[in-house]
């Protein structure tokens, strides 16, 4: 059973910094990434990174967000710098294998940035 173990959330204030982390089970996913959600809003992608380092961004994050990985580690980082009201959400750890094609989600971590 596959688990992703999230941290790294919580509350800051606009312009202020956090950096989330991930940490999966099992063997090296292709891609890992992050997504958030707002009550009553679809998840969106916020940042993704292959397992060879190429990476995609939202425009809204770009200049701001950094997402790297330590594949020893099967860890994903998020670093988040100049935050805004506008980027508080759940924030979902995801992880993708191809073959067989698989999924994972983590349970989510708050992040809240006041005005």
């Known amino acids: 059973q596959v688990q992703l173990a999230e941290s790294g959330g919580g509350l800051v204030q606009a312009g202020g910094s956090l950096r989330l982390s991930c940490t999966a089970s099992?063997?090296?996913?292709?891609?890992m990434g992050w997504h958030r959600q707002v009550p009553g809003k679809q998840r969106e992608l916020v940042a993704t990174?292959?397992?060879?380092?190429?990476?995609n961004y939202a425009d809204s994050v770009k200049g701001r967000f950094t997402i790297s990985r330590d594949n020893a580690k099967n860890t994903v980082y998020l670093q988040m710098h100049s935050l805004k009201p506008d980027d508080t959400a759940v924030y979902y750890c995801?992880?993708?294998?191809?073959?067989?094609?698989?999924?994972?989600w983590g349970q989510g971590t708050q992040v809240t940035v006041s005005s």
């Open positions: 990174i292959t397992n060879g380092g190429s990476t």
């Open positions: 099992g063997s090296i996913f292709n891609i």
């Open positions: 995801n992880a993708v294998r191809w073959f067989p094609m698989t999924n994972y």
